[in-house]
């Protein structure tokens, strides 16, 4: 049975395309949570007065892809300690978080958060809490690397960042 997580790593064009690649995700999907507005935009996002985050909702088989594993790939391909940005990206739209959506996704959420902090000397920023609402981004956002590999931003941020994931996690491209 499939399960939903929603997860935000800085830009989500660049999780998006990480978590395409991994074999059991069934869907990913570039959007916007954890904010105070209704159906809120790229462009109100970006102004830092939503308190909504890039995020990614990821729908996955456990039986071959369990929790645990997709947390790993998710601490994996960003820097939980950098609060409210990921490299040149700032803004609290670029903030670690993550959005479980069933309560027996919580302790999982939180051992992974835990073991992840022995690897760092400084604090994890990753907030967790339960889902409240996810809204899908708007359609040019979405596989917007799968549609844009020759931009810049793609070449530049997206393709070393998904080149290091899959290094990292031994991931294969799977057939869309």
């Keep these: 049975m499939t399960q939903t997580i929603v997860l935000g790593a800085g830009c ?3 999780s998006e395309a990480v978590f395409s ?22 462009e109100e996002v970006c102004t830092d007065r939503t308190g909504h985050a890039e ?12 929790l645990g594993d997709l947390l790993e790939i998710f601490f994996g391909m960003h820097d939980p300690t950098q ?14 978080v993550i959005y479980f959506t069933a309560p027996e996704q919580e302790a999982t959420v ?22 409240g609402k996810f809204y899908p981004a708007e359609e040019y956002h979405m596989k917007y690397f799968a549609r844009n590999p020759d931009r810049a931003y793609c070449k530049l941020v997206i393709s070393p960042k998904v ?11 799977k057939l869309q």
């Excluded at 700032?90 to 670690?96: E, F, L, P």
């Excluded at 080149?163 to 491209?173: A, D, I, S, T």
Aim: proline share 6%.
């Design 21 to 42: 690649l991994v074999e059991g995700v069934e869907s990913a999907v570039p959007g916007y949570a954890g904010g105070h507005t209704t159906d809120p935009t790229y």
């Design 163 to 173: 080149q290091k994931v899959r290094k990292k996690f031994g991931l294969e491209m």
């Design 55 to 66: 995020v990614v909702k990821v729908q996955f088989d456990p039986e071959k892809i369990p």
């Design 110 to 131: 939180k051992e992974s958060v835990k073991e992840t902090q022995g690897s760092y000397s400084k604090p994890l920023t990753t907030e967790v809490k339960q889902l």
């Design 12 to 14: 989500f064009w660049c």
């Design 83 to 96: 609060g409210n940005r990921q490299g040149d990206d700032i803004g609290t739209q670029y903030r670690s």
